[in-house]
């Protein structure tokens, strides 16, 4: 057995006392690219991974995910590797709002039972499993505009804590088409949710999705096959929103990661 540690100051690291290659952002919101030997068994936390023919796995962490993480991987011949992965910890933005009208933060019993099924149809839909590796091709950002949310930020309503935003929101005129950052197939669309509107869910393979909210049309069905840069959908401003954006989120399952992390910077617009 051998035992390694990965360090949360590296965005590449390879240590043959890991066996493997791991690639992205070893930080909370961060999605790790790993690539081991073929046939090769992987754990997070004891928790097994998909492995693809290739030998390359996904690693993600939460908002909130911990400093540190054990990864074992099992080659072939039973040699054993056990490392540790260390991730840095990100302060969030918080945002305080008094005064206003109760309306405005809690939903009526009528609309919590329909948030409570339509965020039973997301969580489904982002249980999806697949072989595929289409994570493999580089995120571009399905449109490009100024950015106006963050992921992580928190807002306290009237004193009332609510969710976390998790996903990026960009600016952008109703209508705007939006691409496809990857390719992946169509696992959730639903025309109007109560909090999230027009909502599509594209998925990349190995449990990694695209979450689409806000949108005006959605050009695409469930079960859909679409290719990176594809046109899927058009901006709007549906479900509880204030004006015409995007909402765009990414997790791994249930872990949400952050976007900006994984497409990089967005391009200049100017």
Known sequence: MCVGSVKAVAETAFDPNVGANLEGKFTQGGLLIGTTVEGAKVSIDGRPIRVSKEGKFLVGFGRDAKRNWSLSI????????DSNIEIAERIYNIQRIEGLPPSRVTPSAENLARIKEESAQVRAARTTD???????ETFDWPIHGVITGVYGSQRILNGEPRR???????????GTPVRA????????????????????????????SSTFIHLNE?????????KKDQIIATVGS???STGPHLDWRINLFSQRLDPRLIAGEMPNIN
């Open 218 to 226: 959605i050009l695409v069905a469930e079960g859909d096959y679409v």
């Open 130 to 136: 697949h072989t595929r590796t289409d994570f493999l």
């Open 74 to 81: 099992a080659y072939p011949d039973r040699q054993i590797f």
């Open 164 to 174: 976390p935003h998790f996903g990026i929101d960009i600016s952008a005129p109703k």
């Open 238 to 240: 549906s479900g509880r």
């Open 181 to 208: 950052p990857a390719s992946g197939i169509v696992t959730l669309s639903h025309p109007d949710m109560y909090l999230s509107g027009g909502t599509l869910i594209v998925d990349h393979g190995h449990g990694l």
